[in-house]
Nanobody, 121 residues
Framework: QVQLVESGGGLVQAGGSLRLSCAAS????????MGWYRQASGKQRDLVAV???????NYADSVQGRFTISRDSAKNTVYLQMNSLKPEDTAVYYC???????????????WGQGTQVTVSS
């Protein structure tokens, strides 16, 4: 069973930085993509950033230029560096791993437990 464990959340003032970590229980190159999502209170869970097994990255418009997703294959860990944080970045941040198996064709999504990020004004 794949496990994803997030860490690094906390309380920070607007303009500050945090780095989130997502440690996987297996080789991260087993996944087609890994990403960070966030869910603010009373809102839906939205994609923040994603990195594919090939290293391509994509970001939500709201975080483009402020957040950076990266990975360390030796540690089986994906990171989200968050700079210039704003109060509207406040949310629970979740790590997700997406796996596609070709024979038979199936896809799996694995989620971490989430980590709270609170940005004060």
């Amino acid at each position: 069973q794949v496990q994803l464990v997030e860490s690094g959340g906390g309380l920070v003032q607007a303009g500050g930085s945090l780095r989130l970590s997502c440690a996987a229980s297996t080789n991260i190159f087993s996944f087609n993509a890994m990403g960070w999502y966030r869910q603010a209170s009373g809102k839906q869970r939205d994609l923040v950033a994603v990195i594919t097994s090939g290293g391509s990255t994509n970001y939500a418009d709201s975080v483009q230029g402020r957040f950076t997703i990266s990975r360390d294959s030796a540690k089986n860990t994906v990171y989200l560096q968050m700079n210039s944080l704003k109060p509207e970045d406040t949310a629970v941040y979740y790590c997700k791993a997406h796996m596609v198996i070709n024979t038979p064709l199936r896809s799996y999504d694995y989620w971490g437990q989430g980590t709270q990020v609170t940005v004060s004004s």
